[in-house]
């Protein structure tokens, strides 16, 4: 059964979470996402996708509609609906679904056609259910025997962790308040759906995690008018039946009866929450947790209340005080050795005898390329299916890396909703300034005021566009920190971007070598001169940041003396090490070797000469101090 997907380019995000849905339900769903394909090739392939299509999803936003390609897509839909009811009347062939609130009057022809408002509650499963009726009158197929999920090669890997989730919800003891962070492209809108489906039809899934059926709703803020955001009583009616207001306030405690009388437990499912304000947050919470108390003052033995959140951060949620406590899951990349598993059973589907040498070799290639994100996964894995397991040394390339990645950057790592969450009055000035902000920052692993106060110094394009927004620094800082692509949680009085995510950006903004080795060289100048300014453990914190700008700039350039000009950079700067009220330059060396030992990035870099990671920490523990009186 295969379905045309049509969306319009900001709704991309949309459209992938849509179309998983559907590939999850055995649906055949084309959609059009290769920009280098274009022209005729663009043309003859919407014709003869069109054509061949049993249906077709117009994802109606405001830009869905004031795009030219769209227009023509949703026009020729129409002649093959038209066609298609000469031969029967009853015919449908195009379905309307909403991605995001659109003005009436520029709907055109479509407001000829019932809608399907995905922010309301249950709004992919009325997609499912619609055309369900139409192409499943008599049910949907057995499911196949893998619960992989058809075109989610890159998920199947959260297996074990969404087995570990549905088991932790189904215990009576177990953690009901749950947050999952993660940033974007780690697959949370994928796990959200599933646990909602694990839950309310535990063998839908085929994971044994008992036969316990719930009931609950899955609301997804990225679909949600900003209005539904701002309200945290609109958002809880959307989570949970009953509803009404007393006194301006939601009836909670109608909510709460009506899960008791359901007699089965309930499970509320909150996609996006970074898109929430810090006060919508913390009002919802309370709201929750009080139903939460409810629910538990009935004594009903069958019935609890859950509450299942994700984010690409914690901000609001984390320390409000009402219970139950909140437990946060953090979401990472799959290890290399996912990517090698996925990379073979690729070579058993397409019937290639490989070595397992080789398929390492490429997998770590793949991995490098991807940082272990499953949307990049799919699409580095399906490169290599489409290029024939041939000349695949070009995974290390830049230009591959641009092709394949580039569009998920630009898309989706420095997209406004990754960028300015929840939206800013001017966010679309605001995203090109943090571009600026994120391009200057990327080859540091941690950064404070002060690097942002040294870029604007330093480079012109960077002041002139901040200038131009018309920010001081203290605006520059908090839109930077508010970014949805920080490391969470961190209580540090430094900032740090999601590694993963910071090696991508950086591989993305400088394109070669050279253009890196003078990013590390920069940054290393300037982090030994932020030092002169530290005291106490941040001296130890700097001391092991300028060592791994120095191992990696010696890693571009002179990695034959990667060992020795280490060794002695190391010398030097724990030898500059200076006595504290607290500590002494030796536990501040000790620190710093603590600090190296629990680096795995640092540990990775330096892998290609043996035993030299232990060697620095050694080597660090055992320097001497300066003479006394010495400069």
Known sequence: MLLFLSYSHEDTDVAMMLARRLREEQYDVFFFQDPKVQGNQFIRMIESKLTAADGFLALASPSYFRSGWCEQERNLAMQRENDLRQRDSAARFIYVVQARVVPLQETGFLRNYAWINLAAAGGLDAVVDALDATYRPNGRPTPPAAPVPAGAQGFRNRQDELEKLLRGVNNASGPHFLLIVATPALGKSWLLGRVLRGLTDPQAIGLPIGEVRWTGRLVDLRHAPPATRADAGLLLSQLLPGGGRVGGDPDLLAMAQAVIRGDRPYVCVLDSVELLDRATAQRLRRYLSEIHRMVQDSGHRDVRLAVVLAGRGADGWQGVTPNPRLSVVLLTQFADVVVTQALTELADRTHRDKPSWEIRKHAQAIHRATEGLPALLVGYLDWVRREQWLRLERLDSQVVF???????????????????????????????????????????????????????????????AVEGRGWRIGDLWAAVTRAALLSEPLHEPWQKLHAAVRR???????????????????????????????????????????????????????????????????????????????????????????LIGDDDEFQQLLRGVPGLFQRLIDLVETVDDPPEGSP
């Open 402 to 464: 641009e092709e394949l990645a580039g569009e998920y950057i630009e898309r989706g790592l420095l997209a406004a909703d990754s960028l300015v969450p929840g939206g800013t009055a001017d966010h679309a000035a605001d995203v090109a300034v943090l571009r600026h902000a994120l391009r200057v920052l990327v080859p540091y692993r941690l950064f404070t005021r002060s690097h942002l106060y040294h870029h604007l110094d330093h480079d012109p394009a960077f002041r002139a």
């Open 504 to 594: 991508l950006l950086f591989r993305f903004h400088y394109r070669d070598a050279v253009a890196r080795a003078d990013a590390h060289r920069e940054a290393r100048k300037f982090v030994e001169s932020w030092m002169d300014h530290q005291s106490g453990t941040e001296q130890a914190v700097g001391t092991v940041e300028c060592l791994w700008h120095e191992a990696s700039l010696l890693h571009l350039e002179r990695p034959q003396e990667l060992e020795v000009k280490l060794t002695a950079a190391a010398r030097q700067l724990c030898g500059a090490l200076r006595p504290s009220p607290a500590y002494t330059p030796a536990e501040l060396r000790v620190s710093v070797a603590r």
